[in-house]
């Protein structure tokens, strides 16, 4: 009998076949079941609701656009999406920085003139409340993984390391770390499934 996991993966691949095949429908399948993952791991990078979901959708819009390029011999296609979260949510952390910089030598330009801020009180603090639920809800699943795993994830998605980057800094061999990750992102999948609603 096959187990979950398995299942769950085939369902993903037979949604990835659509994809490729042009069937829109397969994102759609795949949305429902990882969005929710998706947007607890940009969140728990980005620290902000609204730049979470500007990169979960552009991450499933590269899912659309990539499909044809998925190897499901490198891992499971939830661990594919994981990655394109991951490095878009780093990408726009680069972006925003860079943007600060240009920000903060204009304001200097301009003898120390600040903008004032955007949105109003309660839209924040809707966000920031679910924000906060979603970073609670990553963190105690991650603390509940191996720490071998948890290490390696939180090098990977709060640190920025590439997986030959993290087998460099734990001396380990990079078969095992991407075997911890695989297994770690599997874990966290079917714990942050339940707790936030994802349907499995």
């Known amino acids: 009998m096959s187990s979950p996991g398995a299942l769950q993966n085939q369902r993903d691949l037979a949604a990835v076949a659509r994809l490729v095949a042009g069937d829109e429908r397969g994102l759609g399948e795949l949305y429902d079941r990882h969005g929710t993952l998706a947007y607890s791991l940009a969140a728990a990078i980005l620290h902000d ?93 991650l603390d509940e993984l191996p720490a071998p795993q948890r290490v390696a994830l939180e090098l990977a998605y709060f640190s920025g390391l590439s997986q030959s980057e993290i087998a460099e800094r734990l001396g380990e061999p990079l078969g095992t770390i991407k075997t911890r990750m695989r297994s770690g992102m599997e874990k966290l999948r079917q714990s942050l499934g339940p707790m936030l609603g994802g349907a499995q």
């Open 49 to 141: 609701g609204p730049d979470a979901e500007e990169v979960v959708a552009d991450a499933f819009s590269q899912v659309w656009r990539t499909a044809a390029n998925f190897d499901p011999s490198r891992g499971s296609v939830v661990a594919w999406i994981s990655t394109i979260v991951r490095t878009r949510a780093l990408d726009l952390i680069r972006s925003q920085r860079r943007r600060a910089r240009m920000l903060d030598r204009a304001e200097a330009l301009a003898d120390g003139g600040t903008a004032p801020g955007l949105g109003t009180g309660a839209e924040m603090a809707d966000r920031a409340v679910e924000l906060s639920e979603a970073q609670v809800l990553v963190r105690r699943a």
